[in-house]
């Protein structure tokens, strides 16, 4: 056993409020318990599945986790998931949960605890695993590799390989819309627009000026008609660059969104 991960979000000074709002996301999962959430932390879900009425519990490996888990009043197991899957019997329950364990694990012993999850869990029960997204610039290049006790990336169609291998119905895999923090605003361009094309008007302002009330027409040999051809030149000019730079400003948002998708990803698998 360990005090390593609570002493970490003790150090980091993780906001539990904060993590709820993500969390949030896959309450609706879960319409029914019982509930075992693997890993469970402090026990931000379980406070979520309480508030609901649904009945959840709990098991972790860390010491501080499980004593802050039990001071919220969560029936909660000091132990590894595996070990806390195998108390339960077959279709005893209606839902596991994990929320960014599964990146701690080795393939082997992810496989192991997913095949354990369908084992326990009765027809119709939901399986549902939250973990970083490798796709996330800042997730991959930065924020993942701060928490010491992670091991590797699983991305959502792995998931779902070890799930479908595990006899479960995959449902559904995503990005949690909730945890969506998008770019940094530094890299953020401004917003450009193009101008409306302002030839006729312009051309209406040189026949107004080189009009010829005794001939009733406008004077083609005016250096007003020259000029105006100028700055009708100019003018286009001016809209084709306005053009482009928004055509690059929309490929530029568009790899933005690309570099920057969701935080977390997720599979949601049903027992059948």
Same mark, same amino acid.
């Given at each position: 056993?360990?005090?390593?991960?609570?002493?970490?979000?003790?150090?980091?000074?993780?906001?539990?409020?904060?993590?709820?709002?993500?969390?949030?996301?896959?309450?609706?999962?879960?319409?029914?318990?019982?509930?075992?959430?693997?890993?469970?932390?402090?026990?931000?879900?379980?406070?979520?599945?309480? #508030? %609901?009425?649904? +009945?959840?519990?709990?098991?972790? *490996?860390?010491? @501080?986790? $499980?004593?802050? /888990?039990?001071?919220?009043?969560?029936?909660?197991?000091?132990?590894?998931?595996?070990?806390?899957?195998?108390?339960?019997?077959?279709?005893?329950?209606?839902?596991?949960?994990?929320?960014?364990?599964?990146?701690?694990?080795?393939?082997?012993?992810? #496989? %192991?605890?997913? +095949?354990?999850?369908?084992?326990? *869990?009765?027809? @119709?029960? $939901?399986?549902? /695993?939250?973990?970083?997204?490798?796709?996330?610039?800042?997730?991959?290049?930065?924020?993942?590799?701060?928490?010491?006790?992670?091991?590797?990336?699983?991305?959502?169609?792995?998931?779902?390989?070890?799930?479908?291998?595990?006899?479960?119905?995959?449902?559904?895999?995503?990005?949690?819309?909730?945890?969506?923090?998008?770019?940094?605003?530094?890299?953020? /361009?401004?917003?450009?627009?193009?101008?409306?094309?302002?030839?006729?008007?312009?051309?209406?302002?040189?026949?107004?000026?080189?009009?010829?009330?005794?001939?009733?027409?406008?004077?083609?040999?005016?250096?007003?008609?020259?000029?105006?051809?100028?700055?009708?030149?100019?003018?286009?000019?001016?809209?084709?660059?306005?053009?482009?730079?928004?055509?690059?400003?929309?490929?530029?948002?568009?790899?933005?969104?690309?570099?920057?998708?969701?935080?977390?990803?997720?599979?949601?698998?049903?027992?059948?």
């Amino acid at each position: 056993m360990t005090r390593l991960e609570s002493d970490y979000y003790a150090y980091m000074g993780y906001d539990p409020e904060n993590s709820k709002a993500g969390l949030a996301h896959y309450l609706p999962f879960f319409p029914a318990g019982p509930v075992l959430e693997l890993a469970c932390g402090r026990g931000e879900f379980l406070d979520l599945l309480r #508030e %609901a009425g649904v +009945a959840g519990e709990g098991v972790d *490996l860390d010491h @501080g986790m $499980v004593e802050l /888990a039990r001071e919220a009043g969560h029936v909660v197991e000091l132990a590894d998931a595996l070990t806390g899957l195998r108390g339960h019997a077959d279709d005893s329950l209606m839902g596991v949960f994990s929320a960014h364990f599964a990146e701690h694990l080795a393939p082997d012993d992810l #496989e %192991a605890i997913i +095949a354990e999850s369908a084992r326990v *869990l009765a027809p @119709g029960g $939901v399986f549902v /695993a939250a973990t970083p997204n490798a796709a996330c610039l800042s997730v991959m290049g930065h924020d993942f590799w701060r928490d010491p006790t992670h091991v590797r990336f699983y991305e959502p169609r792995l998931l779902a390989f070890y799930c479908a291998k595990a006899g479960l119905e995959v449902v559904e895999t995503g990005g949690n819309p909730r945890n969506h923090a998008g770019p940094p605003p530094a890299s953020m /361009a401004r917003v450009t627009h193009v101008d409306p094309d302002l030839r006729p008007d312009m051309v209406a302002a040189i026949q107004r000026m080189t009009w010829d009330d005794k001939r009733g027409t406008s004077d083609p040999d005016s250096p007003w008609h020259e000029f105006g051809h100028f700055l009708g030149v100019l003018e286009e000019r001016l809209r084709t660059t306005q053009q482009e730079l928004a055509d690059l400003h929309q490929s530029y948002s568009q790899l933005l969104a690309q570099l920057y998708p969701s935080n977390e990803v997720y599979v949601v698998a049903r027992a059948v």
